[in-house]
């Protein structure tokens, strides 16, 4: 097998790269990029590492809004990211609610195994980055490192009792005081 030689940031995107908690994201109206987070991925590409996005749109299946307007704000991401520069590599979405039986929905490892295999990435200088602890598990069982953004601790979903390896309060932030001085 040959030797990983990429290194990773895996994004969630709710949360993370566009601000929460109105509900459901998935209609352009509703989509507001948190400030400083297309920079922050932007020093992450000029630092050397391949930035993936990894989201569950449950909205998508709850008949909230559907695969076009996901489409919409997604190409209204990577076009706002295009005009500085930054890139992300792949986004993968998963579109089925908690109740459907699918293997493409977090904390299901099988979209980030395939990334990982596909880019060749080494996990041990790698990162996830979520707003929400049970996805940091995922990531834990690949041997990445977890960033969790305590910008909601009392998020359903932070139910976890898993212990990040970082704590950080938004995306700027983990570029800034984690990231560079760990070259």
Not at 116 to 145: C, H, P, W
Request: hydrophobic share 35%; glycine share 8%; proline share 4%.
């Amino acid at each position: 097998m040959p030797t990983a030689i990429n290194k990773a940031i895996f994004l969630d995107r709710d949360g993370v790269i566009n601000e929460e908690g109105r509900g459901y994201i998935g209609k352009l109206q509703d989509f507001r990029i948190i400030p400083g987070a297309l920079e922050a991925i932007k020093g992450f590409n000029s630092a050397g590492f391949l930035v993936f996005v990894i989201s569950n749109q449950s909205g998508v299946s709850r008949g909230y809004y559907t695969k076009e307007d996901v489409e919409e704000t997604t190409d209204y991401l990577l076009s706002q990211l295009d005009t500085i520069g930054g890139k992300i590599e792949e986004i993968h979405y998963c579109f089925h609610g908690p109740e459907d039986t699918c293997d493409c929905r977090k904390p299901n490892p099988k979209i980030l195994r395939g990334l990982i295999t596909r880019y060749n990435i080494n996990t041990k200088v790698s990162f996830f980055i979520s707003d929400t602890k049970n996805d940091l598990e995922m990531a834990k069982t690949q041997g990445i490192k977890t960033v969790w953004i305590n910008s909601n601790p009392n998020h359903p979903k932070n139910t976890s009792k898993i212990v990040p390896d970082y704590t950080a309060i938004s995306l700027k932030a983990i570029y800034k005081n984690l990231l560079q001085h760990k070259g």
